[in-house]
């Protein structure tokens, strides 16, 4: 994430202010800018209150393009409900924002009614919900808003890292596996890296439940849900690389660097460079967890990064660095 200043008065701001602190301009975030700008440039987006979107919308009265994106959202009058799906379209926002400055192809519903993304934001406080993708439809269920319930499932599935922002980024992966590997032409390339998606995905899930990963996991997948198929491999990796573009950027924007190349002389010319993106992220995680156990957390960042997952995440790196043009589904 950049580093953002109120408009008016340079004071730091944050990517989630509508109104800065310090000398109470009302702000919102110009996406066709990139910036946070005086509210009063624009259209503030209908979401403002239920969803404390802070964006401006294309048209007077009408949602932000962050907000079209959703299709399905909880009742108003749905108390617990509306509080998770505000965190979560702020969580999306933040995907969003990242979507843009990686220059990623993307598509919603609107103009791609058959592949296009879209986003259900489901409470399962009255029915079963399951989190996940289908033909770039992301299903959340809104119950990883509450801190309590996301740090039960962590612990429950023995991940090291489970957040919303996570979620969305693995979700809306499994699409880019669609927009970037198998409508370009790319499978290939895949299979030789993460292995032959075509093994059916459901009879790979129920082993997965089912057993303990295969011992070594970690010498070639991130995490142990990777193991479970191709797929989940590409979703996990694709993640975890957004994860290091983020906290890199976010570290560069704050002048942060740890015994690392700098991104900050050159970020557009230095962030192509998947060697040197690794050589300062390295080192950033090892300071970021000193700084967390020194206040008594567990480490932030708790993954190792193998030689075959640095391969795996440098394909990644290389679609998302060639910027393809958005190619529509079939249908």
Not at 92 to 113: S, Y
């Amino acid at each position: 994430m950049r580093a953002f200043a109120c408009p008016h008065c340079s004071f730091l701001v944050y990517f989630e202010n509508s109104v800065c602190l310090n000398c109470s301009t009302e702000i919102s975030y110009s996406r066709s800018a990139r910036s946070l700008v005086r509210t009063a440039e624009g259209d503030p987006c209908a979401n403002l209150t239920l969803a404390t979107c802070n964006w401006l919308a294309p048209d007077p009265g009408g949602l932000c393009d962050c907000c079209a994106l959703t299709r399905t959202r909880p009742a108003d009058d749905d108390v617990e409900g509306m509080k998770a799906f505000a965190l979560t379209e702020q969580a999306k926002r933040r995907l969003l924002f990242q979507i843009d400055d990686l220059g990623l192809p993307l598509a919603g519903r609107a103009t791609d009614p058959v592949g296009g993304l879209a986003f259900d934001l489901l409470s399962s406080a009255h029915e079963p919900v399951t989190t996940g993708h289908a033909s770039g439809i992301v299903t959340l269920d809104l119950a990883e808003g509450d801190a309590g319930h996301r740090e039960q499932m962590r612990v429950q599935l023995a991940e090291p890292y489970r957040t919303l922002l996570g979620h969305l980024r693995h979700e809306t992966g499994h699409w880019y596996w669609e927009v970037l590997v198998d409508r370009p032409g790319r499978t290939a390339d895949f299979r030789a890296l993460f292995g032959d998606e075509s093994e059916s995905y459901m009879d790979a899930l129920e082993r997965h439940y089912s057993s303990e990963p295969a011992p070594g996991w970690e010498e070639s997948y991130v995490s142990t849900y990777a193991t479970a198929h191709p797929w989940e491999d590409w979703a996990e990796t694709f993640a975890h690389y957004l994860h290091i573009r983020d906290t890199s950027q976010t570290a560069s924007a704050f002048g942060i660097s740890v015994h690392g190349p700098a991104l900050t002389s050159d970020p557009e010319e230095s962030e192509k460079d998947f060697d040197a993106l690794v050589e300062t992220w390295l080192p950033l995680t090892a300071a970021l967890n000193a700084v967390n156990r020194s206040m008594g957390y567990e480490d932030l960042y708790p993954f190792v990064l193998a030689p075959t997952v640095l391969d795996k995440l440098r394909f990644v790196h290389d679609l998302v660095i060639a910027r393809p043009a958005y190619v529509p589904a079939a249908g």
